[in-house]
């Protein structure tokens, strides 16, 4: 199984960006699915999750109302939009199929005060 994330890069505080996650190798459509994050010297935290069906979400208190986590079961993908970037929110994003212990390899997110 491989899960791809892209979409990261360097914005300026206040700015957006979407990444995306490319999955492959399961059934993705009957997998809930996650966006974890991982800054310097911190542990990795739990950003957003969406049910396998109903699409059924929740997300961090630190991003509520900022981020938006999707799916498409047709093309295997699950996205992250997050909308009013912070310094703090810079880090290495990751996507997971939790119940099957897959990561991606990550994609940074660099944002700029």
């Known amino acids: 199984a491989h899960l791809v994330e892209s979409g990261g890069g360097l914005v300026q505080s206040g700015g957006s960006l979407r990444l995306s996650c490319a999955a492959s190798?399961?059934?993705?459509?009957?997998?809930?699915m996650r966006w974890y994050r991982q800054a310097p010297g911190k542990e990795r935290e739990l950003v957003a999750h969406?049910?396998?069906?109903?699409?059924?979400?929740n997300y961090a208190d630190s991003v509520k109302g900022r981020f938006t986590i999707s799916r498409d079961n047709a093309k295997n993908t699950v996205d992250l939009q997050m909308d009013n970037l912070k310094p703090d929110d810079t880090a290495v994003y990751y996507c997971?199929?939790?119940?099957?212990?897959?990561w991606g390899q990550g994609t940074q997110v660099t944002v700029s005060s």
């Open positions: 997971s199929a939790p119940t099957l212990s897959y």
């Open positions: 969406i049910g396998a069906i109903g699409g059924i979400t």
């Open positions: 190798g399961f059934t993705f459509s009957r997998y809930n």
